[in-house]
Structure formats: C-alpha cells, structure tokens
C-alpha cells in the first residue's frame, strides 16, 4: 500500500523577503520520511488572504496531509486561521478551550490576554486543538489542514503533539554509497541499474573533496531487500567495498 | 512602478525527503530583495514529470520570472530540462553551443563527453544559455524562465551571472580569468582589486581538477572598459598570461 502524502505550507513574508530562513521545511521533511508519511510539495506564499486560501484549497484536495507553518501569533499581519477558515468556508471565533489553555502561559492568566493574544484563540468551527508545550497557543487541524506556528521551537513540539496521532505508512529507509568518480562516469551504469530496479529510488548527488569530484549515490524506498540487492550491485558497477 | 515579481521552483526529492536541506530560497530571497525584484511564491516539488510541468506553467504566468533549481546534471534522474521544454510546448536536443561549453571542464575536452555528459548540452529550442563558471554544464532561460544548478555554489554562480540582465536591462559583461590556485590563497590579492573596482562584480568560483585546486575570477559588468582594466590587474597579481 502506498504511504500516505503530504504538503507543507509555509505563509510568512518573512521568509520571502530574505529576511528570516527558514527550518521547519527540513524539519518536517526529516520526521515525515521517519514515519513513512511523503511529503510530495512545499509551497511558501505571502502574508496575503487570497494566496493562503488557494493554496490551501489546492494543496488539501490534492494530498492526505497539509501542514501549514506561520501566521498564527498575536499581531495584525497573523493572519492565517481566519483565511484556513475562509479556504473550507466555516466560521472562525474565539472559543473558550482555547483561551484556557492560552491563560496557562499568563502568571495571571486571562487577565493577561489583551485584545492582541486573544487572537491567538481564534479557532474556525470544529478545528480540533494542537497542543503547544513551549508557549501554549495551540495549534489546530481542520480536517486535513494542520495548522502550526512559523517559529521551529514551536513547530517542532506541535509536530511532536501531531504525528502519533496521525496515520503512518512504512518508514522510507535508505542506503548511500560513497562513489569517488564525477557523477558524468556514473550515470551511464547508475541509469542501468536504476532500470532494473523500478521500485527504488535511486538518485546520485555530486560532491567535492580536495581530492577531486564524487558522487553520493542514495537508494530509497520501503522494501529493505530491494534496497540491499540495488545497493549491492552500485558497490559492484563502481567497486565499492 | 511596481517592482517585478518572481518565483522560485525547487525540483528535487533529496529536498523532499529531508536529506538535504535547500539553501538555495535564502539565497535568492536576499539576492531578489536587493535588486528590487519581489519573491511572492517558491514550490518545492519531487522528480516527476508532470510535476514539474505543471508547476513551471502555472508559476510562469503569474509571475514576471520564474527561477528553477536542480534537475540538471547528467544521471537519469535529471528530468528538468526535458520538462520545461514539455511545459513550453517546444523541442529539446543537445546542442553545438552547449557543446562547446560543455568541453571546456574537460582536459580532453569533446572527448571526455560521454553519452551521461551530453545530457548537460540539451538545451530547449530558442533558450539563452546562462554561465557557469564553476563547472561549465550551462544553465538556460526559456521566455521567462530560468533553470539553473541545485547545488548551491553553481546556483549562486548562475544567478550571479543573469541578475544583472533582468535588474538593470542592460547586457551583462563578464570576463573570466582561471588561477591555479586554491581560494584561500586568491582571496587576498583579490579584495584588494575588488575594492579598487567597486563598479565591477568580482566573484570567484573555486574548481578541483586531478592536479589541485584552482579559482575561476569571473569580472561582471556594464563597462566594457572597466572590466578589461580589472582583469588585466586579476591577471597581474596571480601571474596568469
């Protein structure tokens, strides 16, 4: 069975501008292979309604998961929950389970939250919350749309709060070899090989050493024998111990 | 006037799969940012055909450029060029050009151009080749777009050589001068010019060959003049004929 898929949205002008780079693409690249969940897309877009809410809509039709990044905190340009909510057409509030958790961040709890964090609890109509361990506003899923904070430290604990519940498929496991040669004298035998074995993905990723160029050639997919068998026969074509 | 836009097109499952963390969108942000040219979108997508296809016509009708990274090296799993012809509706083939450029990183020069290398010549009917000078396989602009290395010291090599001609719209010169040298020893002598040509882009590019390695000191700019003054100076410091 194929593993489920998935995309990351990444809202933040910020990042666009050159100003902020960003991390939690290669995050959530990391732990999604780890639990054989695919991730097929990454979109970035500006802080901008329309352009969150055609990428949602087109990103959540098209794969199982959609994890957005950004645009959840407390200030006039956070924008990206009223425009989630926009994108599947439900209404969006305050709602109270919200402002609870939020008041444990607050020594004097809701006494606390201004008119500013109080954004910070406005959830669209049926979201299920995502716990944030780091600075408690919480994240949301609606439906397939899993909607998180921009900063990693608090990506990463939402994601933590997030995976298990969430369908996994089989690992994507992977194996590199090491070949000193230029990925030109590579290919031809790499391309051979990568006939036969239609069901790993071999890619070849060049690198450079004093000594001269190489290439790192990565077999992966979910079948450890299939994996082992085409690795064996990249040792073979190159003469790789 | 409204500053131009543009988008960024990452191709690649190594991104993807969390192997490798992209380095490319940071650099370009900041690169965009500082010629006035707004970054409003990247996509991040794996090797597949339509895939890339898609992404590079939708990408290219609402933005005024379009930047690609990766895709383009000589292993069978280098499926960009190929795409973005497909996406244009237009042919592909090796060619002389290309070639002939192509040549040049080799000792034995069309020799050393096996069938794998000949991959790194095709080039869509009508596109504007764009240089490399670090490892020659040259990127290219269809209308557009512009498809360049995904790794980042050939992607930051490019997009040096082409920014110029989309900000200012006037014909970028360049000279290049090899010194067989390794950066660290270039790198001295070389501020000291570069100060002095505070008009004239100096970059360099380091390379390995089997005998050690060495710098390609690229000049960029508008002045014809100017430039043939700094390489002259770059060719006297290190001695180069």
Redesign the interface.
């Known amino acids: 069975m194929a593993n489920p898929t998935a995309a990351l949205l990444?809202i933040g002008d910020e990042?666009?501008?050159?100003r902020t780079?960003?991390a939690n693409?290669?995050h959530?690249?990391?732990?999604?292979?780890a639990v054989g969940i695919?991730?097929?897309?990454?979109?970035?877009?500006?802080d901008e309604a329309q352009?969150i809410q055609e990428a949602v809509n087109a990103l959540r039709g098209k794969f199982d998961h959609v994890f957005t990044s950004g645009g959840i905190g407390p200030t006039h340009d956070d924008i990206t929950a009223d425009n989630v909510a926009a994108a599947f057409g439900i209404g969006i509030d305050v709602r109270e389970d919200a402002m609870e958790v939020l008041a444990t961040n607050y020594p004097d709890g809701r006494a606390s939250i201004n008119e500013a964090r109080m954004r910070m609890a406005r959830i669209p109509d049926g979201a299920r919350l995502i716990n944030n361990p780091v600075s408690k506003a919480p994240g949301f899923s609606v439906e397939n749309v899993h909607v998180m904070a921009g900063v990693p430290k608090i990506f990463e604990a939402m994601l933590d709060s997030l995976l298990p519940e969430l369908a996994a498929g089989q690992p994507?496991l992977?194996e590199t070899v090491r070949v000193d040669l230029p990925?030109?004298?590579?290919?031809?035998p790499?391309?051979e090989i990568?006939k036969v074995f239609a069901d790993v993905?071999?890619?070849?990723?060049?690198f450079?050493?004093?000594?001269?160029?190489g290439s790192n050639v990565?077999m992966?997919g979910t079948d450890a024998a299939r994996i082992a068998a085409a690795t064996a026969q990249v040792r073979d074509a190159f003469g790789v111990k």
């Open positions: 990444v990042i666009l501008s050159g780079r960003d693409m290669y959530l690249a990391g732990r999604l292979t695919d991730l097929k897309e990454v979109r970035v877009v500006s352009e994507l992977s990925e030109g004298e590579v290919a031809g790499l391309g990568a993905s071999i890619g070849s990723y060049p450079t050493t004093p000594q001269g160029l990565v992966r």
